[in-house]
Antibody, heavy 121, light 109 residues
Framework: EVQLVESGGGLVQPGRSLRLSCAAS????????MHWVRQAPGKGLEWVSG????????GYADSVKGRFTISRDNAKNSLYLQMNSLRAEDTALYYC??????????????WGQGTMVTVSS | QSVLTQPPSVSAAPGQKVTISCSGS????????VSWYQQLPGTAPKLLIY???KRPSGIPDRFSGSKSGTSATLGITGLQTGDEADYYC??????????FGGGTKLTVL
């Protein structure tokens, strides 16, 4: 079964850091680009970051650039998001999503169930 | 304010047809494929349409997509109560960032 399972969310104070993980199974992980997409409570989808199959192509939304870092470990079939200098507006459900292509430029055909990040003092 | 513009809500009776529009610009929809995602209440988004008008395996042909210029449309025929969900369009912009519409809430009356 093709599956993405996120972990690492939680309650964190403003200015602190958090690292999200996404474990992939059921497909050849290193053939595809991967992404993080977030959804604030009651709001729409916002793309956060994407990474190509070989980590050679990486992109970020302007809202997180310079604070968040995406990475992947193909040997461990895992995707990561290091989030620094967290702000209240980063509060959201963070989804891991698989691109249907090896570069981050196509549709997202598999989504995880998400991990909640709450930034509050 | 989303880069792509969708109506906040649409509604129709069971068995009827509904369309959801997605408006963008030449820097996004005009030069890239559009995909559509269905988000049932309390669940993760699911790919409904890719490459403007293609359906992934398992998606019924009641769902269709089209694109013209800088706009795209999702069509759903034979509406069912189980189709009640939020629908999002998505594409890529000229800076290679994924952009989504604000989402459309479908109510099946």
């Amino acid at each position: 079964e093709v599956q993405l399972v996120e972990s690492g969310g939680g309650l964190v104070q403003p200015g602190r850091s958090l690292r999200l993980s996404c474990a992939a199974s059921g497909f050849t992980f290193d053939d595809y680009a991967m992404h993080w997409v977030r959804q604030a409570p009651g709001k729409g989808l916002e793309w956060v970051s994407g990474i190509s199959w070989n980590s050679g192509s990486i992109g970020y939304a302007d809202s997180v650039k310079g604070r968040f870092t995406i990475s992947r470990d193909n040997a461990k079939n895992s995707l990561y998001l290091q989030m620094n200098s967290l702000r209240a507006e980063d509060t959201a459900l963070y989804y891991c999503a698989k691109d249907s292509s090896s570069y981050p430029n196509d549709a997202f055909d598999i989504w995880g169930q998400g991990t909640m990040v709450t930034v509050s003092s | 304010q989303s880069v792509l513009t969708q109506p906040p809500s649409v509604s129709a009776a069971p068995g009827q047809k509904v369309t959801i529009s997605c408006s963008g610009s030449s820097s996004n929809i005009g030069n890239n494929y559009v995909s559509w995602y269905q988000q049932l209440p309390g669940t993760a988004p699911k790919l409904l349409i890719y490459d403007n008008n293609k359906r992934p395996s398992g998606i019924p042909d009641r769902f269709s997509g089209s694109k013209s210029g800088t706009s795209a449309t999702l069509g759903i025929t034979g509406l069912q109560t189980g189709d009640e969900a939020d629908y999002y369009c998505g594409t890529w912009d000229s800076s290679l960032r994924k952009v989504f519409g604000g989402g459309t809430k479908l109510t099946v009356l």
